[in-house]
């Protein structure tokens, strides 16, 4: 039976969906507000049982429905979310968030139960095995990742905002000796800092004001398994210590707590902060970074994947039953557009277009793309360039390359650590340079 979780501060709208859902056979579990709905989304399940998708109002007191998504971007539970004001600045904010689609107030039951299905339909793909890849370097990354995962040694990843470095992990995950353990996700840039030693460690009952039970920390419940700390360059200096120390010693003491416990998980980490730099600017602990960087692997930005970009596209609409297709000069769009947000941000175009294009329209088109990308979430991440082509020029992938590569040397003036980056040898990135007019002695 399909257990829907109901986020509405409005008592009789809870109510009036769950006798409404109900008669769909649905077991349906209330939250008041934004702060009762955080565990529940994070574990998952409710008291009652396992939970296959939430509702979340936007506008609450306290915990906003934006603050909730915020706080928990590493649940496992879909959420739709209702607006009662008709923004679409608002939807739009929290699906940059995870949010799987929106419906506006008044609901109706009949109108929000297929959506609903489909968000669960969304979920349930298998995500280990949803990195799509034809690229050469994409296909070159997939088997560092395949060869690090038969290790037990920490896994650094790197890439920006949106690569996939979670399903990297999951990946990582899927295909090393631990795969019948549990995969633990967490956020570090989610949480209060006050809160990260707890998280992570546990806590006994009576620890600090608020503890009013023992609570299992990330750590334990990871053993035999996976522990994935996302952008752990958000980890507080002494979160940080404590992490290092049972890393080392292979055990932690919750707080508390007067023993100590057996740490059993492997550690996979993510960040898309140059944790070097952050070394050296002593905001990252040095020690830390050796002891997780035992194997770095870096994604590379879509931009740098050819096709993969199409491919990614049309897998996900196909997944999703998509009631139109892309257009031939939407796919030209797809393949000039640099994509500062990565996958993460094609699959939110794609989202954003199918629920706004006109209810008779069979094709998403080049002109639907154009007037969503003006308005992207992710312009504060748009690729910088000095020279070469701009943000949302239809332009080839040849002159994309070149402007990106000549960026990559002025910034590095290193022809080496260039051509590692984008994931070709030294010999051919030095006649792509011959053939751009793109000369050693120009970048030292």
Not at 46 to 68: A, E, F, K, T, W
Not at 197 to 203: A, N, R
Not at 214 to 220: I, M, N, Q, S, V
Not at 301 to 324: K, V
Request: glycine fraction near 6%.
């Amino acid at each position: 039976m399909t257990r829907i979780l109901v986020v509405d501060d409005d008592r009789a709208l809870r109510h009036a969906l769950k006798k409404a859902l109900s008669r769909k056979g649905c077991d349906v579990d209330e939250a008041p507000d934004g702060e009762h709905a955080l565990q529940p989304l994070m574990d998952g399940r409710s008291d009652r049982g396992l939970l296959d998708v939430c509702v979340l109002d936007l506008r609450m007191p306290g915990l906003s429905g934006i603050d909730v998504l915020k706080r928990t971007q590493q649940r496992q539970v879909p959420v739709v979310v209702l607006t009662g004001h008709g923004s679409i600045e608002e939807a739009v904010a929290a699906m940059r968030y995870g949010a799987s689609n929106f419906v506006q107030k008044p609901v109706d039951a009949d109108e929000l139960w297929p959506i609903l299905q489909q968000a669960m339909r969304e979920n349930q793909r298998p995500k280990a095995h949803d990195i799509i890849a034809r690229s050469e370097v994409m296909l070159q990354f997939l088997d560092e990742v395949d060869r690090a995962a038969k290790s037990e040694e920490p896994v650094l990843l790197l890439g920006e905002t949106g690569t996939g470095k979670e399903l990297a992990a999951r990946r990582l995950h899927k295909r090393s000796p631990r795969e019948g353990g549990p995969f633990v996700a967490f956020n570090a840039a989610c949480l209060p800092r006050e809160l990260f030693e707890s998280e992570l460690f546990g806590h006994k009952k009576g620890a600090f004001t608020g503890a009013h039970q023992d609570r299992e920390g990330l750590l334990a419940k990871a053993a035999g398994g996976t522990l994935f700390i996302d952008e752990v360059g958000d980890l507080p200096l002494d979160a940080q210590a404590k992490l290092l120390r049972a890393l080392e010693e292979r055990s932690f003491r919750p707080v508390g707590a007067d023993a100590e416990r057996p740490f059993e998980a492997r550690i996979i980490a993510a960040t898309h902060q140059g944790l070097a730099e952050m070394v050296e600017e002593k905001t990252f602990r040095a020690d830390l970074y050796y002891r997780l960087s035992v194997l770095p692997l870096a994604l590379p930005p879509l931009r740098e994947r050819g096709r993969d970009a199409l491919a990614i596209a049309n897998a996900w609409m196909h997944a999703m039953d998509a009631p139109a297709a892309l257009s031939e000069d939407a796919e030209e769009l797809l393949l000039s557009y640099p994509f500062p947000g990565n996958v993460r941000e094609l699959v939110n175009l794609l989202k954003r277009a199918l629920i706004l294009k006109g209810d008779d329209d069979e094709y998403i088109t080049a002109s639907h793309l154009s007037r969503l990308l003006s308005t992207s979430p992710f312009a504060s991440l748009q690729v910088e360039r000095r020279d070469g082509p701009q943000v949302g020029e239809h332009v080839t992938l040849e002159d994309l390359e070149k402007a990106h590569i000549k960026q990559l040397l002025e910034e590095l003036h290193n022809v080496s650590e260039v051509a590692r980056i984008v994931g070709i040898d030294r010999r051919t990135l030095q006649r792509k340079m011959i053939a751009w007019g793109l000369r050693d002695e120009s970048v030292g």
